[in-house]
Nanobody
Framework: VQLQASGGGLVQPGGSLRLSCLAS????????MGWYRQGPGTQRELVAT???????NYADSVKGRFTISRDNAKNTVYLQMNSLKPEDTAVYYC???????????????WGQGTLVTVSS
C-alpha cells in the first residue's frame, strides 16, 4: 500500500490550496483517513480526520477554514484549505487506516508529505 500526497505549494496569506492523497495497492477497506502537519521546529500534529462514513474531526486551529473530504470509490482524501495563515506553513502528511485482506488487521500508513508555504 502506498499513499501519494499532492497539491502543496506556495500561497499568499488569505489564499487557498487543495491537497489530495491517493491510496493505492492491495486494499480491502479504508477506515479513518486524515491529515497531519509538521511545521518548522514543531512536532507532528493532527489537522483533520474523516471516517468511512463521513464523520469529521478538526484541530481547533483550522476549524472553519479547512474542510476534509474523501471519495471512497477513488480511495482518495482531500483537504481544502482556505484563509491560509503563515502559521499554517508545514509539511502536510496524509494518513490512512487500511485493511489489506480480510484475515489481516488494519494498519496505519503514511504518505510522503507535501510542503505548504504561506508567505507574502
Amino acid at each position: 500500500v502506498q499513499l501519494q500526497a499532492s497539491g502543496g505549494g506556495l500561497v499568499q496569506p488569505g489564499g487557498s490550496l487543495r491537497l489530495s492523497c491517493l491510496a493505492s495497492g492491495t486494499i480491502l477497506r479504508i477506515n479513518v483517513m486524515g491529515w497531519y502537519r509538521q511545521g518548522p521546529g514543531t512536532q507532528r500534529e493532527l489537522v483533520a480526520t474523516i471516517t468511512s462514513g463521513g464523520l469529521t474531526n478538526y484541530a481547533d486551529s483550522v476549524k472553519g477554514r479547512f474542510t476534509i473530504s474523501r471519495d471512497n470509490a477513488k480511495n482518495t482524501v482531500y483537504l481544502q484549505m482556505n484563509s491560509l495563515k503563515p502559521e499554517d506553513t508545514a509539511v502536510y502528511y496524509c494518513n490512512s487506516d487500511i485493511q489489506r485482506r480480510s484475515w489481516l488487521s488494519a494498519e496505519t500508513y503514511w504518505g510522503q508529505g507535501t510542503l505548504v508555504t504561506v508567505s507574502s
